[in-house]
């Protein structure tokens, strides 16, 4: 591999994905965190969160299951999805939580997990694509995928499209389904390398991570278009919780842990807080029927120059549902 190859592949992820993470922190510096107004009464409607028994999952499944709507938690730890459901219902209130168990990594366990909750007999309102990883070393799902691709993207992409009848089935006008999908402001620096999804010709956590963000804002686009032209009343939107201090950064390099411990007490969100926009967009009345967004901070953002490419989304679509077997 020459100079500027392993340059353009390694390098400058690195120093894209660092140079948006100070962006977002001097944002955080000097811009109070989005706070939740009164929300809507969510009894009898039903959500999925994925990764809701940690972090900024935890904080959403909490909240949607305090206003009284039924969330299941999807996750791979069933001892922590058991520890969470147990919490969330000593405070819900009305609401009611359990857990199923999901692994992302694995096409065959979302296959699995979507037939356990369709056989339950439940609507679906509420589909919060939460859980991730970051900055892993090089590694790869159970089908060989890229693990940041296939386990932040690919597995959503997966489950939203095996969930998307029951949500169909339940969005009403005046009280629409929901698609949120976790982005990050990564994606600013992200690169859709169609050739080489699983970066096999050069490795990089950072370019494969913000691949994988950006993957989930063109999936957000593609999908609000095409659910918008069959005239159903689903949204879909992209939220980015802004830097949070959540175990997502323990695979930072050692230099980049000893300054995040002191920066992260100062200028990161607390869960809650990075929760916030999430919760907003899955329940808020101002969002009855608004799709195709990206949001941060509790308001509507324009995302990368990338991301409205309406090629890159049909292209990026198409070679997905070939990859997991749609």
Not at 125 to 141: R, W
Request: aromatic share 8%; with cysteine; charged share 15%.
């Amino acid at each position: 591999m020459g100079l500027w190859s392993y340059v353009n592949r390694h390098l400058l992820p690195f120093l894209r994905m660092y140079l948006v993470g100070m962006k977002v922190l001097l944002y955080q510096l000097f811009h109070r965190s989005f706070a939740l107004s009164v929300l809507p009464n969510q009894n009898g409607r039903v959500a999925i969160v994925t990764g809701g028994a940690r972090g900024m999952g935890y904080e959403i499944s909490r909240h949607l299951a305090s206003l009284g709507m039924h969330v299941v938690i999807a996750g791979n730890v069933e001892e922590e999805g058991l520890d969470a459901v147990k919490k969330i219902q000593e405070e819900a209130g009305e609401g009611r939580v359990e857990f199923l168990y999901l692994n992302l990594a694995s096409l065959k366990s979302v296959r699995q997990f979507v037939q356990r909750f369709k056989s339950t007999g439940l609507p679906l309102h509420v589909l919060v694509n939460n859980a991730g990883v970051m900055l892993l070393p090089q590694g790869q799902t159970e089908e060989g995928f890229e693990v940041h691709f296939g386990l932040n993207y690919l597995g959503h992409f997966l489950l939203t499209n095996l969930l998307l009848d029951a949500l169909k089935r339940s969005g009403k006008h005046g009280t629409c389904s929901r698609i949120v999908n976790m982005s990050s402001a990564t994606h600013y620096g992200g690169r859709m390398i169609m050739d080489d999804l699983n970066g096999r010709s050069c490795y990089s956590a950072h370019g494969s991570y913000s691949q994988s963000k950006l993957a989930l804002v063109l999936f957000t686009y593609h999908l609000q278009d095409m659910l918008t032209v069959g005239g159903y009343h689903v949204t879909s939107n992209a939220v980015d919780p802004g830097m949070v201090d959540t175990n997502l950064y323990e695979n930072l390099c050692g230099p980049a842990q000893l300054a995040k411990a002191p920066v992260a007490k100062l200028l990161f969100r607390t869960p809650a807080q990075g929760a916030s926009t999430a919760i907003y967009a899955a329940t808020a009345s101002e969002m009855e029927e608004v799709g195709g967004c990206y949001l941060f901070n509790g308001c509507k953002t324009a995302s990368s120059e990338s991301s409205y490419d309406t090629e890159l989304q049909a292209e990026l679509w198409k070679k997905s549902c070939a990859l997991v077997g749609l």
